[in-house]
């Protein structure tokens, strides 16, 4: 599946934003490795967002990113050591 969208620049910025994904992940042998190698994506996506896009925009990716992962954050209240 292709995706290609099309949205709107911030008011004012210069810059405009091409997001090309066509490189297979590697296999990493090392989780340092493999930090790094996530680490070094997130950041230029991060830094090319932050200079393209609308604030608003940032901050809807940003709630649906958390929106998404929100399962991660639950405790499971009483069901630690000490609880009921």
């Known amino acids: 599946m292709k995706y ?3 949205i709107h620049k911030a008011q004012g910025s210069i810059n405009d934003l091409s997001l ?35 604030g608003g925009t940032i901050d809807q990716l940003l709630l649906l990113l958390l929106t998404y992962k929100a ?3 639950v405790v499971p ?8």
């Open 4 to 6: 290609k969208i099309f």
């Open 20 to 54: 090309k994904a066509e490189k297979e992940l590697p296999i990493f042998n090392n989780i340092n490795l493999s930090y790094q190698f996530f680490k070094n994506d997130a950041e230029d996506i991060f830094n090319a967002l932050m200079a393209c896009l609308p």
């Open 71 to 73: 399962s991660q954050f």
């Open 77 to 84: 209240y009483g069901k630690f050591k000490g609880g009921k």
